[in-house]
């Protein structure tokens, strides 16, 4: 696959979550998304564990029922939400986001493939240090993303189908003690560009030696 002509910060600052301006009738070929994978296997894992696994999901009737409980969770996720706060700027995307949002959440299930990625973990998660954990999995999934990106293809960063991850992983037949840490809806995107997105100024949330 001929990758776009990326710089690393140009990768790294236009890799956006792609929610409305997903393709949902292009095929997207599996090996692709293999591609992208392998790519994330080269992450950073604690202690070199790699103990990831990576649910791919192409069915059209899997793909349906976990949209539908995406949809369930967004909705009531949607209508728990606070109006959004800060400058103008930033209440500007918030809406924007809010109604990319919106449309994924109906149409979650009709996403040519969706990626959930997995960690070995304890039916309970462990009381301390989580950090530890997610932060063994985590990684490779923004690297899954970052190598989708550079392929043609978007994708957006979500957790709220953890509301039904029991439910899920019983679908999809996941072992009780490999836990869901992220999904990530991935296709073809329309349109040719993406830009950095706003951000408030480093000097709001800068600490150098103390807070």
Sequence with gaps: M???????????????????????????PLELVKECLQVALQAPTGSNAQTWHWIVVT??????????????SYNAYRG????????VEKQAA???VVTSADWLGDHMGEVPVLVI???SAGEELPAA??????????????????????RGLGTAWTTLHLVYEKEISELLGIPPR???????????????TF?????????????????
């Design 2 to 28: 001929t990758l776009l002509p990326l710089d690393p910060d140009e990768l790294l600052t236009t890799t956006r979550s792609v929610r409305t301006r997903l393709d949902l009738d292009r095929p997207v």
């Design 59 to 72: 069915d059209p009737e899997l793909r349906a029922q976990i949209g539908e409980f995406y949809r369930r």
């Design 80 to 87: 728990s939400r606070s109006a959004p706060q800060g400058s």
């Design 94 to 96: 918030s809406a924007r």
């Design 117 to 119: 990625a997995g960690i």
């Design 129 to 150: 240090n989580q950090a530890g954990l997610w932060g063994s999995l985590l990684p490779a999934a923004w690297s899954y993303q970052l190598a989708a990106r550079a």
């Design 178 to 192: 490999v836990r869901q840490g992220v999904l990530l809806p991935t296709a073809y995107y329309k349109g040719e």
């Design 195 to 211: 830009r950095p997105a706003h951000r408030e100024p480093l000097e709001t949330v800068l600490h150098v030696d103390h807070w």
